[in-house]
């Protein structure tokens, strides 16, 4: 029997074509690349490849992006092979390192790799897990050092999810890796059905046996559009002053809300759908539906689910202590989980989210919240997928959803063996175009796009394992060139007929001027062609004047938009109960009185009793300005309960304090920007201000200036792409032998310095800021606490920009962080004299927060410590960054220049190592 023949015979299903051919070529020598859908059984590839390197004598290597990833695997591969042939390793977790099989993240690989580790001798296959992460921004570039300096005689097998550039990345892997096979498929073993939520009714996104788009569909959004929802529905649809009473007779109502996620799970429910996923886009949202599912009496399990649910809640966090738990909320959490809700993203604990993880694997929970990180890496398929909205926040700005996205997010709708079909919902909300959602349904990839880059750490590895020539050459061989080198060709002919268009504008404006002179009775001619130029410039100077206060003004109004948002939603958080206050209900203004409070950060909706009868929640949108309290009240015990029995005392209490309120709410105007009053008084200082040629030519400038904005974005992308990686490689060659961490002389290979080793195993985004503190001897005499917050400075990123104190614990730990930003400002300097990616700059917001923790501070106290230094974390991102002072610790404890800061580094390491942090592998 062959080997594959051997294998197969052991599965419990036929493998699919796409499995089989991927098989075949790993059996025949090749390396593969299987593209594939979320649940299309990629796996059992990477699953043959151990099988084939088992059976040859040798060893495999799964390597994933995520630690969570790499647990997972590691406990399916011990189920199959036993735990005394399957190893770990993770970085922070190493378990049966010399085992035939490991497991481990692509990172402690390329360490490996460059450290010329002895399990490399036997190993015959690796297997690439979620390859399209050399695509991630931060940690891209180590997929490649794998794949560029593995041994020629290993095979690469990557599992991909669907890429629109598969062939070409297959062309690259065959120049470098020898001959690999690229096999895409688009088949799905459990069929997607695709549907949109409008006006809490559930429609096909597509006609039957059709791609072309539902007509009902279309009409239902159009009338949700003009306002009108189908009978008895929950939403509520925005009404335009001045439009008419709409289709038969019938009133629009006044304002949209999305479905009650209540309902939504009520109505998924009663069409046999659950379990399902809601993807919402940010943390505050995932914890925000859980708490509004929580506050309903709905419940999705069974007794005997329940006492099942609460027994692995209790044994998942038994270790961890009961004062942790109490800042945790757990009790909450608990209840709400055991109802069969969860909610799951990078800012929950660690250990909470792998609860929610077995569970939702057991069928124990019914619905989960997450973010789009759940859609990566770990296995968490289920029957549905309901995306609320279509537009995400990527840290700079809200963008919509990609192709690539929305297919890796679907992908988790329908469990094979489970399931007959998955289901994916998309929930309707005004503006949305069905047509569009059928666009990111029907297109199924997305490009992969290099991020290599060489580094400072992997400058001197390279030079470590290779020769001088040979690294240069590694660099010209990345994805990232063979992309640059491809894409120039296309970029510069581009460029070339950008430029003959631009200059075709400049020409034609010319002529404009020029007539537009003759017609005001000026000169013309071709003597006039200096003056022409020089007219049309200072035009074209007075338009951009021009544009830029028309941007300026609309950034003032979004910002005082903001501003007024800001200061309603802080007066609404500190509302007591009793306090009076004006409310807009429907066009009138009536005092209401608070009879329950909400302090939540982002949206607060105190509860209120109007004088008009008006009993519910009130929230920011609704106020023009921020609203004033005008007196307070004494409200009877019960009115919580009870608030409508309150009204008449409200009304009484109110008039016999003679409290009264204004007639109407004005919106407060907008203070003057400084910045609009300068660019308003350069615009009338202009020579063009008041000129009649501006108008007349103002809408073709405005066409030139976008032609020459084009022709600098390819000139900058040309320019990159011709500044190769190598050359790159030889400038950053240069500063390290100009610090002395290389020796380079003329006509001779650099050579890596004592300084240079040490770099060689700081594997961190500052890297060489790390290699330097620590070689001026800037951390040398702080106690542990001290080191982990002047080393926090160096690996955290506050995710919101948010001032706070600048004042940490010690004495020692502000001079240690003094002396780093001062080093920080010479290496950037530095960096930029030779034309380098800048090092990032240091960030002290966690450093008082990491500081009490290893001094032995409970997690509440670090918390409010981190909230005051501006950074506002979760108790989940509280745990990931002190696993990210923990790992550049241990490598100051490999790379410290004295006995005393190695020692202090395992004394921090182990201190921070406790609680919640201790129990997050």
């Not at 289901?423 to 290599?452: C, E, H």
Request: proline residues 4%; hydrophobic residues 40%.
């Amino acid at each position: 029997m062959t080997l594959l023949g051997d294998f197969v015979s052991h599965q419990d299903f036929a493998l699919d074509d796409f499995q089989l051919r991927a098989c075949q070529a790993i059996e025949a020598g090749r390396g593969v690349v299987v593209c594939a859908p979320t649940g299309a059984g990629k796996t059992i590839v990477g699953e043959f490849a151990i099988h084939a390197a088992l059976a040859g004598g040798g060893k495999c290597f799964y390597t994933t992006p995520i630690k969570a990833l790499s647990n997972q695997k590691y406990h399916d591969l011990v189920a199959d092979y036993g735990a005394e042939r399957v190893g770990l390793l993770t970085g922070d977790t190493s378990i049966n390192g010399n085992a035939d099989i490991v497991v481990m993240t692509t990172e402690v690989l390329r360490n490996m790799i460059y450290a010329d580790s002895p399990t490399l001798r036997e190993l015959t296959h690796v297997v690439m897990d979620e390859i399209h992460y050399l695509a991630d921004r931060e940690r891209g570039a180590v997929w490649e050092e794998v794949i560029l300096n593995l041994d020629q005689s290993v095979s690469v097998i990557g599992l991909s999810a669907t890429v629109s550039n598969s062939e070409e990345f297959g062309r690259w892997l065959s120049t470098v890796r020898g001959d690999t096979e690229v096999i895409v498929t688009d088949l799905r073993p459990v069929p997607l059905h695709q549907h949109m939520m409008v006006a809490g009714r559930l429609y096909p996104l597509f006609e039957p046996e059709s791609h072309q788009v539902n007509r009902d569909l279309l009409e239902a959004c159009r009338r949700a559009e003009l306002g009108f929802g189908d009978a008895g529905s929950k939403e509520r649809y925005q009404y335009k002053k001045g439009r008419g009473r709409g289709e038969a007779g019938a009133r629009p109502q006044k304002k949209f809300r999305p479905a009650r996620r209540a309902d939504v799970i009520r109505m998924l429910g009663s069409l046999d759908m659950l379990p399902a996923i809601v993807f919402i886009f940010s943390r505050a949202g995932c914890e925000g539906a859980l708490a509004q599912v929580g506050a309903t009496r709905a419940e999705l399990t069974s007794q005997e689910e329940q006492q099942r649910i609460a027994e692995i809640i209790d044994a998942g966090v038994a270790h961890i202590p009961e004062d942790d738990l109490k800042v945790l909320g757990f009790l909450r959490w608990r209840r709400i989980l055991i109802r069969g809700f969860a909610a799951h993203h990078a800012g929950m604990l660690p250990a909470f989210r792998h609860i929610v993880e077995e569970l939702f694997n057991e069928g124990l929970v019914k619905v989960v919240f997450a973010t789009e990180t759940l859609a990566l890496g770990i296995n968490m398929p289920a029957r549905t997928v309901v995306l609320e909205k279509l537009v995400k926040y990527n840290g700079e700005a809200h963008v919509d959803l990609t192709p690539g996205q929305y297919t890796q997010m679907t992908g988790r709708a329908g469990r094979r063996g489970i399931d007959v079909v998955g289901n994916a919902v998309v929930q309707w909300a005004p503006a949305m175009d069905p047509k569009a959602v059928a666009g990111l349904a029907s297109t199924r990839t997305y490009p992969l796009i290099s991020t290599f880059a060489p580094s400072y750490n992997m400058s001197v590895n390279l030079l470590q394992t290779l020769s001088y020539a040979d690294s240069k050459n590694v660099m010209e061989r990345s994805f990232a060139q063979f992309q640059a080198d491809g894409d120039i060709v296309g970029d510069a002919a581009e460029l070339a007929k950008a430029k003959q268009k631009a200059e075709a504008l400049r020409n034609e404006l010319l002529g404009r001027g020029r007539g537009s002179a003759d017609a005001n009775g000026a000169q013309s001619g071709g003597a006039q062609s200096e003056s022409d130029s020089e007219k049309l410039s200072q035009m074209l100077e007075y338009l951009d004047i021009r544009n830029k206060l028309s941007a300026e003004e609309k950034n003032a109004k979004r910002r005082n938009i903001e501003d007024r948002h800001t200061e309603t939603v802080t007066v609404l958080r500190r509302l007591r109960r009793g306090e009076v206050l004006p409310v807009p209900v429907g066009k009138k203004v009536q005092l209401a009185v608070v009879y329950r409070e909400d302090n939540s950060p982002s949206n607060p909706r105190p509860s209120v009793i109007s004088v008009g009868g008006y009993v519910g929640r009130i929230e920011a949108e609704i106020f023009p300005s921020a609203p004033e309290t005008v007196g307070s009240i004494k409200l009877p015990r019960d009115a919580n309960r009870h608030p409508k029995r309150a009204l008449g005392l409200v009304r009484a209490e109110i008039g016999r304090k003679g409290l009264k309120g204004p007639k109407r709410l004005r919106r407060r105007s907008a203070g003057k920007s400084p910045a609009v009053k300068a660019l308003r008084q350069q615009l009338r200082a202009h020579p063009m201000h008041g000129d009649p040629a501006v108008e007349s030519m103002a809408r073709h400038a405005d066409t030139l200036r976008r032609a020459e904005a084009e022709v600098a974005a390819l000139q900058k992308r040309v320019d990159s792409a011709s500044d190769t990686l190598a050359r790159t490689f030889d400038r950053m060659l240069q500063l390290l032998a100009e610090m002395d961490y290389v020796e380079w002389e003329d006509g001779q290979d650099p050579t890596i310095t004592e300084e240079g080793q040490r770099l060689a195993r700081i594997h961190s985004g500052s890297d060489l800021l790390a290699a330097q503190c620590l070689r001026r001897g800037i951390w040398d005499g702080l106690d542990p606490a001290e080191l982990a917050g002047a080393v926090s400075s160096l690996v955290f990123e506050n995710r919101k920009s948010v001032k706070g104190s600048d004042e940490v614990p010690t004495q020692p730990l502000a001079d240690a962080l003094g002396h780093t930003f001062r080093i920080w400002e010479e290496l950037s300097a530095d960096e930029r004299r030779y034309r380098l990616p800048v090092t990032e700059l240091p960030d002290i917001a966690f450093a008082t927060a990491i500081h009490q923790w290893t001094a032995g501070a409970p997690l509440g106290y670090c918390l409010q410590a981190a909230a005051e230094s501006g950074a506002e974390l979760t108790p989940g991102d509280f745990v990931r960054w002190c696993r990210q002072v923990i790992d550049l610790l241990e490598q100051v404890k490999q790379t410290g220049y004295s006995d005393e800061i190695r020692a202090c580094a395992a004394e921090s390491v182990q201190a921070i190592r406790r609680g919640v942090v201790a129990l997050s592998n």
